[in-house]
């Protein structure tokens, strides 16, 4: 995947920064550092931050994790830690500097948070929004690790906003947390050219491992606070917003070009994932069976398609089935699910239509 990924990092200032690990320190008392995620992807972060802290010249050290309260997972059956809850359980990190408050403005939560003194808290997809008497807590600021090139998609959902805008180029920006959301000075940024086959989730991981890496090479002037005076303010006048996707989103719609549909494909990914209600024609008494398919992988068809007798016909060539799209575009769809069922290539499913036709809604 990386291959198809060229990768640039740009800093906001012109300074000669190390890594922490290769930091010199004649002091012998770390700096604490809180710690703020959730998803999977924040473990990437957290696992880098655990393994600079162990380097001999380490200036920080993770003080207490915070992340989202315990959810039903295994459809609803068991009530389970949050994964960077249970990555940092796994590490042996102390459960009773895990955090799992419902609001980030618990009065309790609060005043553990001042407890500690953290320096600087770092947020990697926390999920929670911070107010202001908590971001008045540490001295150096909080610093989040944001999945785009900001000020782009600024909000809840921007590498699938990204990838549903068909974009050629994203990356990760590190800046300062203010109470505006994903407004705060930034401190450095990568960009990355963007593969037209991957789907939100692969491209998701590689940007947080990428911000990972960003943070700890950024860290020593976040610690010594140059990082505030040269962070760069963004440009109000090219924001655009990245708002969070509603399952209601997930269906398509086959009068738009392949193109869109593909986009939208690889942006909802994972979930809310995207879904077609398709008919399924008998040949001898013409009875219409609709189905609701889920689409998991699909590609732009490249050639001018051949119409069925209808043009709501949908053909199988070679490996795909194949959707007539708007302005006479085709969408080529790979693998699709039924409800219940496994992921099937478009092979198998066709197969199982024993001669039966496919039309599209």
Not at 72 to 81: A, S, V
Not at 267 to 288: L, M, S, Y
Request: charged fraction near 20%; charge should be neutral.
């Amino acid at each position: 995947m990386n291959s198809s990924l060229m990768l640039r990092r740009f800093f906001c200032f012109n300074s000669t920064t190390t890594a922490v690990a290769a930091t010199s320190s004649t002091s012998s008392k770390k700096k604490p550092l809180v710690f703020l995620g959730s998803p999977q992807v924040s473990s990437t972060v957290l696992d880098a931050l655990f393994e600079a802290s162990k380097a001999p010249n380490s200036l920080f050290e993770v003080a207490a994790i915070v992340t989202q309260p315990p959810a039903r997972r295994d459809r609803g059956k068991k009530l389970m830690p949050s994964p960077v809850a249970e990555f940092a359980l796994d590490k042996g990190f102390p459960s009773d500097l895990i955090f799992t408050p419902e609001r980030a403005g618990e009065d309790t939560f609060l005043s553990n948070l001042r407890a500690l003194q953290p320096e600087l808290c770092i947020t990697a997809a926390y999920g929670n929004i911070l107010p202001t008497k908590f971001l008045n807590i540490p001295p150096l600021g909080t610093v989040n690790i944001h999945p785009s090139l900001l000020p782009l998609y600024r909000g809840a959902a921007p590498v699938q906003r990204a990838l549903q805008d068909g974009a050629k180029e994203t990356g990760v920006s590190l800046a300062f947390t203010v109470r505006a959301l994903d407004a705060g000075p930034v401190i450095a940024y990568e960009t990355l050219e963007v593969d037209d086959q991957i789907k939100a989730p692969d491209l998701l991981a590689l940007l947080f491992s990428e911000g990972s890496k960003l943070l700890i090479h950024e860290l020593p002037s976040i610690l010594d606070g140059s990082a505030r005076l040269k962070a760069q303010p963004q440009d109000d006048s090219k924001v655009t917003l990245a708002p969070k996707i509603s399952v209601e989103e997930s269906w398509l719609s086959f009068d738009q070009e392949a193109s869109v549909l593909h986009n939208k494909v690889r942006a909802f990914a994972g979930w809310p994932g995207t879904r077609a209600k398709v008919a399924i024609v008998d040949n001898e008494n013409g009875r219409h069976n609709i189905v609701d398919l889920k689409i998991i992988t699909t590609r732009v068809c490249d050639h001018s398609i051949v119409q069925g007798d209808e043009v709501d016909d949908i053909s199988y060539v070679k490996d795909s089935l194949v959707f007539p799209c708007g302005r006479s575009t085709a969408l080529e769809v790979l693998e699709l699910q039924l409800p219940g069922k496994k992921v099937f290539q478009a092979a198998a499913f066709w197969n199982g239509l024993r001669g039966q036709k496919l039309k599209k809604l």
